[in-house]
């Protein structure tokens, strides 16, 4: 099993461009997250899935879009990149996101994609 | 809301010194807390998680953590440092959302081990 992948690992992008990461899985996890990391802040969540075809908003949302047409896969939109955008984006799932006791609740995280926005 | 605090962002330990991580959540409910690693230019790996049950959780590569209720702590520990722990470490809560639960990291800690 490749576990978590995410492409591309590294782009640099002007101002205004777009761009489409992918995160894709083959655990047959039902929940996928996208995270962003920046110096001093941890991990902040963006966007989640909790089964294809369903998204919901993180912490951070704005600028972002997300789609889930495939279980394993998850997509992160940038439409119009902004310096504030730069950062190290994190993909993860987990097989199990409910509130039971005993629950897996393990994240997998991918080795993520370090984008630079000029 | 939950949330987590990690003291210090950096700490400096001697090899074969014991290594001590700081973290403290807030949760209005039972957490469940967990440990990350994160090496240089990778994602994040699991060291060990509470959920219920024993409050001395152990972990991969000799770490171990105690989940204290009274104190609101979760503090990562191994007595002897290597060199192959220098890293990021990454406390975390489960949160409970509209649409399914999620963690809540904490800034993270820089771990330097001295030769």
């Known amino acids: 099993n490749a576990g978590v992948t995410q492409t591309p690992k590294f782009r640099v992008l002007k101002t205004g461009q777009s761009m489409t990461l992918l995160c894709a899985q083959d655990?047959?996890?039902?929940?996928m997250y996208w995270y962003r990391q920046d110096p001093g802040m941890g991990l902040r969540l963006i966007h989640y899935s909790v089964g294809e075809g369903t998204t919901a908003k993180g912490e951070v949302p704005d600028g972002y879009n997300v789609s889930r047409l495939k279980k394993q896969n998850f997509l992160l939109g940038l439409e119009s990149a902004a310096p504030s955008q730069t950062s190290v984006y994190f993909c993860a799932s987990s097989y199990s996101n409910l509130k039971q006791i005993g629950d897996n609740n393990e994240q997998f995280f991918g080795p993520g994609t370090r984008l630079t926005v000029l | 809301a939950q949330s987590v605090t990690q003291l210090g962002s950096h700490v400096s330990v001697s090899e074969g010194a014991l290594v001590l991580l700081r973290c403290n959540y807030s949760s209005s409910v039972p957490p469940y807390l967990f440990w990350y690693v994160q090496y240089p230019n990778q994602g994040l790996q699991l060291l060990l998680k509470?959920?219920?049950?024993?409050?001395l959780v152990k972990g991969i590569n000799g770490f171990e953590a105690e989940f204290k209720k009274s104190e609101t702590s979760f503090h990562l520990t191994k007595p002897s440092a290597h060199m192959s722990d220098a890293a990021e470490y990454f406390c975390a809560v489960r949160t409970y959302g509209k649409y399914g639960n999620k963690l809540v990291f904490g800034a993270g800690t820089i771990l330097r081990v001295k030769s």
């Open positions: 509470y959920t219920t049950g024993a409050t």
């Open positions: 655990m047959n996890h039902e929940y």
